[in-house]
DNA sequence: GACATGACGGCAC
DNA sequence: AGTGCCGCCATGT
């Protein structure tokens, strides 16, 4: 539409990659779809997205907060559906990333 | 057309 | 180790 395609659709592509359980980072997103340092691009991307068909949920920042609870239906939905999924957070609240963090097939 | 903002990341201090 | 600033691309005003 207003881009060639929509970087968009790239975003959404990528983030459906996620399985349950698992997440991703909008840097390694980024990283991703060529654009090493465009991370707010994709967190951008997800909050146009439909979060009916992108699991934008399972997509946190490289610290493992959730930074974008605030833009779901309620600040506790990302986490409650993360929780859902078997995702399991620290004392502090971030998610494991060590134990949780999806790792794209770069084929 | 220019300025300001944004679900971030990395580097400098 | 914690805090701050700059950079990046796209969108909105």
């Not at 349950?20 to 997103?29: L, N």
């Not at 009916?52 to 959730?66: C, F, I, Q, W, Y």
């Not at 309620?74 to 999806?102: A, I, K, Q, W």
Request: hydrophobic share 35%.
């Amino acid at each position: 539409m207003t881009t060639c395609r929509t970087f968009y659709e790239k975003v959404y592509e990528l983030v459906r990659l996620i399985p349950a359980g698992k997440v991703s980072t909008y840097g390694i997103i980024a990283e991703q779809l060529s654009v090493r340092s465009a991370a707010r691009m994709v967190g951008w991307a997800l909050n146009k997205a439909d979060l009916e068909k992108v699991p934008a949920h399972r997509v946190v920042n490289r610290n493992g907060d959730l930074t974008g609870k605030g833009h779901f239906f309620t600040p506790d939905t990302m986490r409650r559906m993360l929780e859902t999924e078997g995702v399991t957070f620290r004392p502090d609240g971030s998610v494991n990333l060590e134990r949780h963090l999806f790792r794209f097939t770069p084929s």
